[in-house]
């Protein structure tokens, strides 16, 4: 919708904190960083216009997961085969749905690019892997086996590395591209940058072998430096702090691990045991802060939420210099309804069932398989962390020697590796919310028969999977990290789990609910009022109510018709100036960003009519479930403009030029499921006046029966 910038004033918590009580505090408080957690609103759905099954599946997720109009994309056109060229996608799909988050202004705030069903899966990348080669030769890698990087990537790993894809980077194939993966423990202090600048950072870390104070003073001064482009860099305040710990300077030591701790850092028993603070170890405010970091084993880098305006450094932690880190976008694509995927009515059910997982807190137990086949062993050396830290957390763990679990009702998540199995036949049963992963070396090629696709988990329950689409060669790399278990067990989304798992990624897709999160604890926040049952003008008083929350808020968002208008602190009020917005339907959202590393979200989503003008528009139906095989009668009436426009999800199904039209809408251009069209009145100065939504459902038969496209010739 269009608006025009807005003054918001707010009123903060009445609540001060004096200057040693804050220091006190400030281990708690939100990581340093942007707002991550991301929600429906940092999410943008692509759907293929062309198709049915598509639009079917994007009904049913838009609807359950209350995505805002205005992040949903149609594209016309998509190829309509498994497997396409890299130009092909690049023109038709990557850069056109880049493109128009850029139109839409949602640039920065978009951290989820989700496909529907119905798009190719593999994207032969030759030009890419030929550079690959060339770029390893020059390194003096002419020894890596070619076959490690076969020109097949998947959709979603294309789209996650869209910007070096774009770049012609053709680093991102290589079997560590991923800087989101959560790495080894021991890279977090070591390696926070790349080139030259690690160079500077290793020679500096160096001194603190030195028993020179001028030395330490010379390295302070040096990493000083460093933060000032840095300055979310967790590497960095720790070795600040230990620095100030060798010169026996607990107030600095203490401020700059306190601000370690707010960018991630969760070992005691490492600092506990790091000689560099041995001459503040007993300080009180020092000792203090160090009985309260969390104990984590030392294996790997804290779990983190996601953005995409987060830049990751080689560590696997965030960095604000250019060059020092990588961006990305999470991404998976939804079902897959036709060839060697699942139908629709096992798509819809499955979509059904993810989205009502969230923040259920499902009990169970999550399993890995040991078997001697191989897609086994290349896992198993890594179950003991995932199993170590799981039940840590209290949960259930069992490692099982069949191919899939046997008569296991309680499956949360699932770790296996089988060319094949038979999911009815084990007698298992997955919960709802599960991330079940197989390795084997076609689960994602859905263009040919041969070994289980990984979407068969969707089918018997599984929120999420994923699979290879083109022989891996049992790499781990390119396969989930049993730790994939741990990140969602913290509460992250499916696709945060999974990319902070995957070191490799460019070769698997992901199919499922990105957004799932049934170990999510949600902010609540109240507001007053709740609603508005009467149009509204002038400026809104709005009370905010985060007390009752179960989870701390440590920020707030302010969205207005699906784009980020604000950030802001906890407040108390907020004051909203609804001159500044036009006439009409508009829908405001309050996010509230949990205080953690995870930074969970929580939403109230309060639609309001705007009446400072006394313009308006009014849309009406004879009815609201129609057939797929009808038309709808709409009429839409306004006040003033020169045309109006019919909108689905945001795009242009019609328009009429006068104030009072009436359209003829074949229900199929909707698609199945639930619907919402809005009506917008087309006034000067590109003012659009919108009506209030009509929520429509299109009644038509889900299918039970795969469809097939053509399967394209090897090149």
């Not at 020679?203 to 990493?223: F, G, R």
């Not at 604000?566 to 609804?578: A, C, F, G, N, R």
Request: neutral net charge.
């Amino acid at each position: 919708m269009y608006f025009k910038p807005l003054v918001i004033s707010a009123l903060s918590s009445t609540r001060r904190l004096s200057v040693m009580v804050l220091l006190g505090f400030l281990f708690c408080l939100l990581p340093v960083t942007a707002f991550a957690g991301g929600g429906p609103e940092n999410l943008i759905l692509i759907v293929n216009a062309d198709s049915a099954s598509s639009k079917l599946l994007a009904n049913h997720y838009i609807h359950g997961r209350g995505i805002p109009q205005s992040n949903v994309i149609y594209l016309a056109d998509v190829p309509d085969r498994e497997i396409i060229k890299w130009p092909q996608f690049k023109t038709q799909i990557l850069e056109p749905l880049l493109n128009e988050i850029k139109r839409r202004k949602l640039v920065g705030q978009i951290d989820y690019v989700v496909y529907s069903s119905d798009f190719p899966t593999t994207i032969i990348i030759n030009e890419h892997r030929a550079k690959l080669l060339e770029m390893l030769k020059e390194q003096g890698q002419e020894n890596v086996p070619p076959q490690l990087f076969n020109p097949n990537a998947s959709i979603t790993s294309l789209t996650f590395f869209a910007g070096a894809a774009l770049r012609e980077q053709p680093a991102y194939m290589l079997l560590e591209s991923n800087r989101y993966y959560r790495q080894v423990a021991e890279k977090l202090l070591r390696t926070p940058f790349s080139g030259e600048r690690q160079s500077e950072f290793e020679a500096v870390i160096h001194m603190i072998k030195s028993k020179q104070e001028q030395d330490y003073q010379k390295a302070i001064t040096k990493l000083g430096e460093f933060r000032k482009s840095n300055p979310s860099q967790l590497a960095i305040s720790y070795w600040l702090a230990k620095f100030y710990g060798k010169l026996g300077d607990a107030p600095n030591a203490t401020k700059w691990l306190i601000l370690a701790l707010r960018q991630g850092w969760c070992f005691q028993q490492h600092t506990q045991s790091d000689l560099a603070f041995e001459r503040v170890k007993d300080d009180p405010l020092f000792r203090g802060i160090v009985d309260r970091i969390p104990e984590l084993p030392f294996a790997f880098a804290p779990t983190h939420g996601f953005k995409n305006n987060y830049k990751w450094a080689a560590n696997g932690m965030l960095n604000n210099e250019r060059g020092q880190g990588n961006q990305y976008f999470l991404s998976t694509i939804l079902s897959v309804t036709r060839n060697y995927g699942i139908n629709e009515k096992q798509a819809v059910e499955q979509l059904q069932r993810s989205i009502k997982a969230d923040g259920t807190q499902p009990e169970g137990t999550f399993y890995f398989t040991d078997t001697k086949d191989v897609r086994s062993t290349t896992r198993k050396p890594n179950f003991a962390s995932a199993v170590t830290q799981l039940e840590a957390m209290g949960f259930e763990t069992k490692i099982v020697t069949s191919g899939v679990p046997v008569k296991a009702l309680d499956i949360i998540g699932l770790t296996c590796g089988t060319p094949g199995f038979n999911w009815a036949a084990s007698g298992s049963q997955i919960l709802p919310g599960a991330f079940c992963d197989n390795l084997t070396s076609f689960g994602g090629m859905f263009h040919r028969a041969g070994q289980t696709k990984c979407s068969q988990f969707l089918r018997y329950g599984a929120a999420g999977s994923s699979g290879t689409v083109v022989e891996p060669y049992a790499v781990q790399a390119k396969f989930p990290h049993p730790m994939i278990h741990v990140h969602y067990a913290r509460g992250c989304s499916l696709a945060e789990a999974f990319y902070q798992s995957v070191s490799g990624p460019f070769q698997t897709i992901v199919v499922g609910d990105a957004l799932c999160s049934p170990w999510a604890i949600e902010p609540v926040i109240e507001l007053t009022p709740s609603s508005f049952k009467k149009s509204v003008n002038g400026v809104l008083n709005l009370s905010i109510n985060v007390e009752n929350s179960p989870v701390k808020v440590g920020a707030l968002l302010f969205y207005i018709d699906g784009r980020l208008v604000q950030q802001m602190p906890v407040l108390s009020e907020m004051k909203i100036d609804t001159r500044k917005l036009s006439d009409g339907y508009h829908e405001l959202r309050i996010v509230a960003v949990a205080n953690n590393l995870v930074q969970t979200t929580g939403r109230v989503v309060l639609p309001v009519v705007v009446d400072n003008n006394s313009h308006s528009i009014e849309l009406q139906v004879k009815q609201t479930e129609y057939r797929d095989t009808d038309d709808i009668q709409v009429i839409a009436k306004a006040t003033l403009g020169e045309s109006i426009e019919l909108r689905h999800n945001g795009r242009t199904l019609m328009k009429k030029s006068g104030q009072n039209v009436e359209f003829t809408v074949p229900a199929e251009l909707l698609g199945r499921g639930p619907v919402r069209i809005q009506a917008v009145a087309m006034a000067q100065e590109s003012a659009e006046i919108a009506s209030n939504p009509v929520e429509l459902v299109i009644q038509g038969e889900l299918s039970e029966v795969l469809r097939n496209t053509e399967t394209p010739k090897k090149n």
